[in-house]
């Protein structure tokens, strides 16, 4: 079993930076953040598949959100910048114990552990 915990959300003014943090208490392959804002699917923003060795970004976050992970602390961060107010939303850890393709990385079907979420609130 592994357990999630993620840190670090808050309210930031339009063009601000935050930085998430998910820290998990067991053996973790892959690991990815996710967001779902009001009324909104659950949407993959960013892996780091494998132990490290591949990063996997979605559309709406690539050039300005970037994932990593430290495999000593068993930690993985999304570091956020030029956020905008359709940023606005809850953000999950997700993580995986299994070698994981780039093709499955955001999609929420693909995890088996999940945080409990934190809140990123973007105003303009």
């Known amino acids: 079993q592994v357990q999630l915990v993620e840190s670090g959300g808050g309210s930031v003014q339009a063009g601000g930076s935050l930085r998430l943090s998910c820290a998990a208490s067991?053996?973790?392959?892959?690991m990815a953040w996710f967001r779902q804002a009001p009324g909104k699917e659950r949407e993959g923003i960013a892996a780091?598949?494998?132990?490290?060795?591949?990063?996997v970004y979605g559309d709406s976050v690539k050039g300005r959100f970037t994932i990593s992970r430290d495999n000593a602390k068993n930690t993985v961060y999304l570091e956020m910048v030029s956020l905008k107010p359709e940023d606005t939303a809850i953000y999950y850890c997700?993580?995986?114990?299994?070698?994981?393709?780039?093709?499955?990385?955001?999609?929420?079907?693909?995890?088996?552990?999940w945080g409990q979420g934190a809140q990123v609130t973007v105003s303009s």
């Open positions: 997700a993580a995986e114990r299994r070698w994981m393709g780039s093709w499955s990385a955001l999609t929420p079907a693909s995890y088996s552990y």
């Open positions: 067991g053996y973790t392959v892959s």
């Open positions: 780091i598949l494998n132990g490290g060795s591949t990063t």
